[in-house]
């Protein structure tokens, strides 16, 4: 059984910086994908950085430039170090990884219990 658990969120004034971690257990982390999702308030859960066992990355438009995904393998452990963060930005932020091809990314079907993240002045 796949674990995942989020830290990090909190309260961050707009042009601050957080960085969440997520740290899994329960299968071979170096080789899988692992990505990070956002659910806004009355919005759909939406991509938000992944990375895949190779660490290629890709980016949501609305965070490219401003987000950072990596992964320590030694630690099963992937981050999405978050700057210039604006109120927009404001979510719960969830952790999601699968057990399949971790080559490439896929939404999959393990989530963590999320972490809120609230940007505000």
């Known amino acids: 059984q796949v674990q995942l658990v989020e830290s990090g969120g909190g309260l961050v004034q707009p042009g601050g910086s957080l960085r969440l971690s997520c740290a899994a257990s329960g299968s071979v982390f170096s080789i899988n994908a692992m990505g990070w999702y956002r659910q806004a308030p009355g919005k759909e859960r939406e991509l938000v950085a992944a990375?895949?066992?190779?660490?290629?990355?890709k980016y949501a438009d609305s965070v490219k430039g401003r987000c950072t995904i990596s992964r320590d393998n030694a630690k099963n452990t992937v981050y999405l170090q978050m700057n210039s963060l604006k109120p927009e930005d404001t979510a719960v932020y969830y952790c999601?990884?699968?057990?399949?091809?971790?080559?490439?990314?896929?939404?999959?079907?393990?989530w963590g219990q999320g972490t809120q993240v609230t940007v505000s002045s």
């Open positions: 999601n990884t699968d057990l399949g091809d971790g080559t490439i990314w896929y939404k999959g079907a393990y």
């Open positions: 990375i895949t066992s190779g660490g290629t990355t």
